[in-house]
């Protein structure tokens, strides 16, 4: 039997989370998994802002506009309509919740608040706080969830699955706390906020980016996995192999920066005529080209002629950043490459974050609500996390009200999912054997995961193949048997992670090899047109070996 532990269980602390959080927690118990150092996900790192229309000059229907064509095709229109419209309402939620947004200085500004402008609108129309508008809106919604009496946090726990009853219900999460002990979580609702998978590749604009581990989770509860093969890279990550990954914001280019080949020329005039402006795929594979032509290994971005005052107004963040590591941007230019920044596909959902499980939901980078098609505009993410979870709130509010009104009895639940006896679920606590106990070398699963990013950003990055892919592939499924003789049984929780890593990076792959075109993020030698009808794929854990899925 199991007994829900609160009425909602949130796994991930981002953004989306910390929203849901809020806006449930008035009315219904919750339960917030978040890391214990709360800059280990993608929102904090968000630098450049939230797009949404705000101006008087601007409008729905342009954002809309702009939001279809960045998506080269592939975006769901309502759901496109859907964001955008409800847009205007989340900002002002967080200005209500005191985020510091950027003032304008200018005293005849038509909005109060700063707007910038970034790649693919046509408007200026991204709000943000100063150069760490992430930071800024994560440490203000965190700040109100600490307070508040009806969100209890688990800081110190690994998620490891999902659990589900007979009738394939989601019940609750199972994981490790840091004693290794087996906790359980059980909940009338839970919701994904676990972000995207751009920690399969070496390369990233986050420092400790995850690696799909959710949208793996959900799956194995029969989740629908949709339009993987659209993994988007950021054209422009500072480029410094002895350093961690840092992003250069997209406002860098809004507010002029030029890029900049080994020559000092620039070159993307030559290529779109939006120049630095053009959508990121469009700006990340023609970067991507002039490093395979450039001995330097990198491009430049050059601000230096906007000015210091500008720049030091502007840009603070980076600023500082980038003198931290040897560079004075108001006189040098930046030395930056693309990186593996959002994932554009991921668990299937509706207006609610529903998933096709019972009582499952996702919400932010994890959910494919197909907002973003083949190619995520700037700044329409931390737009789409703000949206959802509200829209997802609104929703598990209303059951529960229903829920209420019909006075129904609590039911005894059989438990599926779940290691060992069952019969008091609710109350399991064991401990599992300590990592020497289990004799797991973690240098060699280190390595294994190592092995996996430079597989994934050698053959399914910016521009792929068949023949790339295949081997891909066939390397990916060699690193899973190696994975078996290091740990066959799963029995160490980071081997758990690699094996959902693997799964979901062979999933990548495999919807990349049956996209039989070029569009969007999506780019292969192979197919390098459009089909004529196309549309968002869909991926399951089917796909996989008997033997790798036994």
């Not at 659990?163 to 359980?184: F, L, N, P, Y």
């Not at 840092?246 to 900049?260: C, D, Y």
């Not at 620039?266 to 939006?274: A, C, L, N, Q, V």
């Not at 004075?328 to 509706?350: M, N």
Request: hydrophobic letters at 35%; a negative charge; aromatic letters at 4%.
């Amino acid at each position: 039997m199991s007994t829900p532990t609160s009425d909602v269980l949130i796994i991930g602390g981002g953004v989306a989370g910390l929203t849901l959080a809020l806006e449930v927690a008035d009315h219904l118990s919750v339960t917030l998994v978040r890391p214990a150092l709360d800059d280990q996900g993608a929102s904090r790192w968000a630098q450049g802002g939230i797009a949404a229309v705000l101006s008087p000059d601007d409008d729905l229907e342009a954002h809309i506009r702009d939001t279809l064509i960045a998506g080269d095709g592939l975006c769901d229109e309502d759901a496109v309509r859907f964001t955008v419209t409800h847009g205007p309402d989340a900002i002002q939620w967080l200005i209500n919740n005191g985020v510091p947004f950027t003032p304008d200085p200018d005293p005849s500004a038509r909005y109060p608040f700063h707007l910038t402008r970034e790649g693919g609108h046509n408007a200026r129309r991204i709000i943000h706080a100063d150069d760490a508008t992430g930071r800024a809106v994560v440490d203000t919604l965190y700040e109100k969830v600490a307070a508040h009496p009806n969100i209890i946090q688990r800081s110190d726990l690994t998620i490891l699955h999902l659990i589900s009853d007979t009738e394939g219900r989601c019940i609750g999460a199972e994981g490790v706390d840091r004693q290794q002990h087996q906790q359980m979580l059980f909940a009338k609702h839970v919701v994904l906020a676990t972000g995207g998978a751009s920690g399969l590749y070496r390369h990233t604009t986050t420092p400790s980016p995850s690696s799909g581990e959710g949208m793996v989770m959900a799956a194995e509860l029969g989740a629908k996995l949709m339009n993987l093969e659209f993994q988007q890279f950021h054209p422009t990550c500072l480029f410094d192999p002895e350093g961690p990954a840092f992003l250069i914001s997209e406002a860098v280019r809004g507010e002029g920066g030029r890029l900049l080949n080994e020559a000092g020329h620039r070159f993307m005039p030559d290529i779109d005529s939006r120049a630095e402006l053009a959508p990121r795929d469009v700006v990340a594979r023609a970067i991507d080209s002039q490093i395979q032509q450039s001995h330097q290994g990198h491009v430049w971005l050059d601000i230096s002629h906007l000015g210091e005052t500008a720049i030091r107004h502007h840009f603070p963040t980076i600023l500082a950043h980038c003198a931290s590591r040897g560079i004075d941007i108001t006189c040098q230019p930046i030395p930056v490459v693309p990186a593996a920044h959002y994932s554009c596909g991921g668990v299937a959902t509706d207006h609610h974050g529903a998933t096709h499980v019972t009582n499952l939901y996702a919400v932010g980078e994890i959910a494919y609500t197909g907002l973003h098609g083949a190619n995520r505009m700037a700044s329409n993410s931390l737009l789409e996390c703000l949206v959802y979870a509200r829209s997802c709130a609104k929703h598990l509010l209303a059951q529960s009200q229903k829920t209420q009104t019909q006075k129904t009895q609590p039911q005894k639940t059989q438990c599926k999912n779940l290691p060992g006896d069952h019969t008091d679920a609710s109350q399991r606590s064991e401990q599992l054997p300590d990592q020497q106990e289990i004799s797991i070398p973690m240098s060699a699963l280190t390595a294994l995961r190592s092995e996996m990013r430079a597989i994934m950003s050698q053959y399914v990055s910016i521009v792929r193949s068949n023949h790339g892919l295949s081997i891909a592939y066939d390397k990916l499924s060699d690193l899973e048997m190696q994975l078996d003789d290091i740990d066959e049984k799963r029995r160490h929780p980071e081997s758990v992670r690699l094996q959902q890593a693997l799964w979901l990076a062979q999933l990548t792959v495999l919807a990349a090899l049956q996209r039989h075109e070029s569009r969007g993020l999506h780019y292969s030698i192979d197919w390098p047109k459009h089909q004529q009808d196309t549309m968002a794929s869909e991926s399951s854990l089917k796909q996989l070996s008997p033997r790798t899925m036994a």
